[in-house]
């Protein structure tokens, strides 16, 4: 691509603090930067699935979902929150554009595990219906909700929820994105002391998944990152609730989580 591409994964617990980063979005799309969004919403599937008495279950960070899950989920991803961000955007000035993976069977995946039910992994992701829209000139706004591959013949379509961390990752990496930033609602990855660490290579990262430091809902935040570094040039942690912290980011990129293969 002749633009600086970068993928910006916006997770749902910073949603509620996107007042300049929307802003910062559509200042960085004008400026000539090509920002392709991924965003999550756990938060607010967690207070849809309770409001229906649904129970919430969690293995590595991933969301266990059951058919009545998955139909939350999308509704809540690829509905609501998609579009009110597309609207933000919009009324800021943006051009904004809300796409699933299912649009134009953009994102495909596989099962990742019975056990966590319909969760997908192993993306395989078909370019084109996104570049039309790069083409376009629209900011991108991906839900992480993706078609499930089809091995021989037909059938209705199945939905499946994947991460949306796993979903930037492979974005970035399709894409050889120049940046994967990541805009979370913490200050960093942070060792067992509780200190921000500046810099891990991809090696030390690992390290940190296997030792327990890095648990939760960052280990598909590290993971995405590793993988994407394959072809992007960096991977960046940072904390999203800093006002304009994405206009601050490609300025001095300051502050947060590095992973790189070089310092």
Known sequence: MTKTTLVIKVGGSALGSLDTSLADLVALHQSGLRPVVVHGGGDLISSWLKRMGVATRFVRGLRVTDAETMRVVAAVLAGLVNKELVASITTLGGRAFGMSGVEGGFIRASVADPELGYVGSALEIDLRPLNDVLKAGYIPVISPICLQKITGGGGPGVLLNVNGDA????????????????????????????????????????????????????IPKVEACILALEKVQVARIIDGRTPHALLREMEDGEGGTTIGRTR
Do not use: H, N, W
């Open 167 to 218: 979903v930037a990752g492979q974005l970035a990496l399709s894409l050889r994105a120049s940046k994967l930033v990541f805009l979370t609602d913490v200050a960093g990855i942070c060792d067992a002391s509780g200190e921000v660490i500046p810099y891990l290579s991809p090696e030390e990262a690992k390290g940190l998944i296997s030792s327990g430091v890095v648990s939760g809902g960052m």
